[in-house]
Nanobody
C-alpha cells in the first residue's frame, strides 16, 4: 500500500518561503515520476509540479513557474517542493503522489500565506 507523509507547511507572510517534504513508502519510488498537488479552500485538487524518475525533467503550473522548485532524493524515497516568493493565492493543502496516481493520499500539509 502506497503511503505519503507530507510535512513542512506553515503560515508565512507574502514573499516568504517554505520547503515541503514528502516521505513515501510501499512502492518502488525510483519507477515513478512524482507530483505535488494542492487544494485551496473550497476548490479542487490541482497539479502544481512534476518531476521525472531521474530528477532531470520538471514541469510546473504557470501560476508557480519561477517561484517553486521540485526535487527528489531517490535514495531516501522523498520528494521536495521549495516555494519562494509565496503569494496569498498559494494558500492550500499540499499533497504529493505518483504519476499515475495511487488511490491513496497522505494527510497533506497546510500552507497559509497571509499578511
Amino acid at each position: 500500500q502506497a503511503q505519503f507523509v507530507e510535512s513542512g507547511g506553515g503560515s508565512v507572510r507574502p514573499g516568504g518561503a517554505l520547503r515541503l517534504s514528502c516521505a513515501t513508502s510501499g512502492f518502488l519510488f525510483t519507477e515513478f515520476p512524482m507530483v505535488w498537488y494542492r487544494q485551496p479552500p473550497g476548490e479542487e485538487r490541482d497539479q502544481v509540479a512534476e518531476i521525472s524518475t531521474d530528477g532531470f525533467d520538471t514541469d510546473y503550473a504557470a501560476s508557480v513557474q519561477g517561484r517553486f522548485t521540485i526535487s527528489r532524493d531517490n535514495a531516501e524515497s522523498k520528494v521536495y517542493l521549495q516555494m519562494n516568493n509565496l503569494e496569498p493565492e498559494d494558500t492550500a493543502v499540499y499533497y504529493c503522489n505518483t504519476k499515475p496516481r495511487f488511490r491513496d493520499w497522505g494527510q497533506g500539509t497546510q500552507v497559509t500565506v497571509s499578511s
